[in-house]
């Protein structure tokens, strides 16, 4: 890297420290408060003299969330139901599909994909009319299939490509030699290619993941009753109800934390999917 | 299993040349193979098709003929056939007009920014020389933080009162005048929403310019270094005009999220104060959900995507080049 940056004048790389000090403040401020205030005691948040750090670190809030409201660790729970199974169904379907356009060459194979990213520049709210009508008459609205099933779809494309391109650069003769010895084409897939492909599937199961925890729209329309909600419709709802500070630091900080989690660990791969998705796709 | 064990006396067979009726035998068994694999091909894509099929083509075909009916879905039985009407209407409907306007203002002050930005923290982390993982590590966080949970964390950041950020101009810095309601104020609520817009999507456009960035070639940069070039003029003359690629897709993506903008105003506002950050998007869910008029709010829809096809074929056309 060293002989691609621009300068070396080292009060320049001092400048630029400092300023990447300040960025990176400012954006990782807003969930630093989030977390703190969620153990702090209310008196605390709104008294006469406001500190940023909790002056009484208590769990109070987490205990009052686990305790009395059930209806929290419901949203939780649909938001895990739904995460996993779109996961993976996104995944077996991707692989399968991403294998067939890279090397199974079909017609109307280009025809079909092209399409699929016309139709992916059109706001959601467009499909989302039929579809609800669609989940209304046969009675998937307000259950976890109901909104399993267009997840999937909205995050396939985006899945697709990333295989796609993950399969075309496995080379040929890898698959070729695998035929000689007589495998089917199935086979070829989940013993030679899959696995080779891991990488590009740790991506896609990345981008799926939190695609799908933070989905906002279709679950707003979708799911409209408590009971049906993830955690990205169902918070939304406490603004109404009067909680403290505490109590939403500390359900916005749960609700961050399967995403975060993932994305520490999955850095590295997350930033290659974005860069494989939206440039080679 | 049967076209496999082909494949393989195939290559057997190809050990002894010149021989014609192999040669043929050769091409039959290689047709019979792309066919095998065709029919596959088909098999592998199905599954993807129909979830593809009945969540996008059927809907969208179907919302492209709603928008030519009178369809109430509370009252109607059945859409009825209107022509156009739901389209010259909505240039009459006031509301919209105004949706149209706000959606414009925020789109177009989020694409610059958010470009700006993107390119210039790409360009930051590019000429550090020290390790940046830390510094990625928080700029692309908010990437994986849900829209809506930010929307309700910058909620109370923004507050008027215990907010975060007034709390820091009135209690840390002591300027207590420029506290306000920065949601609630006509003037900062656009502008604040762009801001929150900024801090969830830019790690993502900095991500695709740092592609961008490594994808030119050290012999350039190494180049306009050794002819004496300083790094605004290396910046400007050589990175800048080689990033075109990249510009093609952050500009998609930054006119996509622009004007599809939704989840904020909705979650942190409502449209509210008035209707000062009611955008396009709301307008067309509200009809659709709120009064379930479904011809008119998929006319809505359409004259949306209209708006966001004409954006994305500009951007294509001033940055791909004639000859590629």
């Known amino acids: 890297m060293k002989s691609k940056s621009l300068t070396y004048n080292s009060k320049s790389q001092w400048v630029l420290a400092i300023l990447l000090v300040l960025i990176s403040l400012v954006f990782i401020t807003p969930v630093i408060y989030a977390i703190v205030t969620s153990f702090k005691l209310e008196k605390d948040i709104i008294g006469s003299s406001p500190t940023f750090f909790p002056r009484n670190p208590s769990f109070e809030n987490y205990r009052y969330i686990f305790e009395r409201r059930g209806v929290y660790l419901l949203y939780y729970y649909n938001s895990t139901v739904i995460t996993i199974a779109g996961v993976l169904i996104t995944t077996v379907l991707s692989t399968m599909c991403g294998y067939a356009f890279a090397r199974l060459p079909f017609k109307g194979r280009n025809v079909i994909m092209g399409f699929i990213l016309f139709i992916v520049t059109f706001p959601l709210a467009v499909l989302l009319i039929p579809i609800y009508i669609m989940e209304y008459e046969v ?40 035929e000689i010895d007589g495998a089917s084409v199935f086979a070829t897939w989940w013993k030679i290619m899959m696995p080779i492909g891991l990488n590009g599937i740790s991506i896609v199961i990345i981008f799926c993941f939190y695609n799908i925890w933070g989905e906002y729209i279709l679950a707003r329309t ?8 993830p955690l990205t419709v ?48 | 299993m049967y076209s496999a064990s082909v494949a393989g006396r195939i290559l057997n067979e190809w050990l002894i040349p010149h021989k014609r009726s192999v040669i043929l035998k050769r091409t039959q ?49 059945k859409p009825v ?45 590019f000429s550090f020389k020290k390790g940046t993982g830390f510094f990625r590590t928080c700029i692309f966080m908010p990437i994986v933080v849900p829209i809506s949970l930010a929307a309700i964390l910058f909620n ?25 309601g920065w949601l609630t104020s006509r003037s900062t609520a656009m502008g604040t929403i762009v801001l929150v817009t900024i801090w969830s999507t830019v790690g993502f456009q900095t991500i695709l310019f740092l592609a961008g960035l490594q994808s030119i ?34 500009g998609i993506w930054a006119i996509l999220t622009g004007l599809k903008v ?33 011809g008119y709010a998929t006319a809505l829809g359409f004259i949306l995507s209209i708006i966001i096809l004409i954006f994305s074929l500009i951007n294509l056309r001033i940055n791909v080049k004639e000859d590629d």
């Open chain 2, 262 to 294: 939704f989840v904020q105003p909705s979650v942190m506002t409502g449209g509210s104060p008035g209707n000062a950050t009611r955008v396009m998007y709301m307008h067309i869910y509200d009809n659709a959900f709120e009064y379930f008029e479904m």
């Open chain 2, 29 to 77: 068994n290689l047709d019979h193979r792309r066919k095998v694999k065709a029919s596959m091909g088909v098999i592998f894509t199905f599954p993807a098709f129909l979830f593809i099929f009945t969540f996008m083509i059927y809907p969208l075909f179907t919302s492209f003929y709603y928008s030519f009916t009178d369809y109430n879905y509370v009252y109607d039985k």
């Open chain 2, 217 to 250: 070639s050290t012999d350039i940069l190494e180049a306009a270094k050794i002819d004496g070039a300083n790094a605004l003029q290396t910046i400007t003359r050589v990175i800048l005009p080689n990033l075109r690629e990249t510009y093609v897709i952050t």
């Open chain 2, 81 to 125: 056939f209107a022509g156009l009407k739901n389209y010259i209407s909505a240039f009459s409907d006031k509301d919209f007009i105004v949706t149209m306007k706000n959606t414009a203002v925020f789109a177009s002050s989020y694409f610059v920014l958010v470009m700006l930005l993107g390119l210039i923290i790409a360009l930051m982390l």
């Open chain 1, 222 to 229: 979708l799911a409209t009753q408590t009971p049906a909600m």
């Open chain 2, 156 to 180: 109370w950041v923004f507050a008027e009162n215990f907010g975060l950020l007034n709390f820091i101009i009135g209690d840390v810095l002591n300027l207590q005048q420029f506290t306000r």
């Open chain 1, 139 to 178: 009675g998937l609205l307000n259950t976890n299939l109901g909104l399993i099933l267009p997840n999937v779809t909205t995050v396939l494309p985006f899945s697709i490509f990333v295989m796609r391109g993950i399969f075309r650069s496995i080379p040929k003769e890898l698959e070729e030699s695998a």
């Open chain 1, 234 to 281: 169902g918070l939304t709802l406490l603004r109404g109800e009067g909680w403290s500070y505490g109590i939403l630091g500390a359900v916005i900080f749960l609700a961050l934390l399967p995403p975060v989690i993932i994305f520490m660990i999955f850095q590295k791969q997350l930033i290659e999917g974005i860069t494989k998705g939206a440039i080679k796709g």
